[in-house]
């Protein structure tokens, strides 16, 4: 029984590890951090809109090859606007208003043509 548990223990210690081999998602630009695929997306509510960021493996990406659609629900509103490429690892979307209690939906087509939904819920 003592072996087991060593075994058992040991192996709880290396998934643990293998947890948090990509990072713990914190925001860099003050925003709601979400996890996709191994891929941390930060939304940063901006005056006329929200920025997203995004970074692959603790390094940021290049979001120039990314396009996407930003949909906020805030109460029984429902704002859509496009994502756009913004320099570095950003994205931006204008004319929506994300405020506190709302929902967003992050819909991000990469340079590889494959697609990730991030949700997010802004406090």
Known sequence: MKK?????????????????????????????????SDVAYEL????????????????????????????????TQKAEAELKPAGGNKLEASNVTVGSGSKVVASIKGADGKTASVRFSVK
């Open 4 to 36: 087991f548990s060593m075994v058992l223990g040991a192996s709880l210690a290396v998934l643990s590890l293998t947890a948090l081999a990509h990072g713990d998602a914190k925001p860099m630009h003050g925003g709601t951090v979400q996890m996709a």
């Open 44 to 75: 940063v509510p901006q005056a006329n809109g929200a920025a997203v960021y995004v970074v692959d493996h603790d390094k940021p990406a290049d979001a120039t090859k990314m396009s996407g659609k930003l949909t906020v629900l805030t109460g």
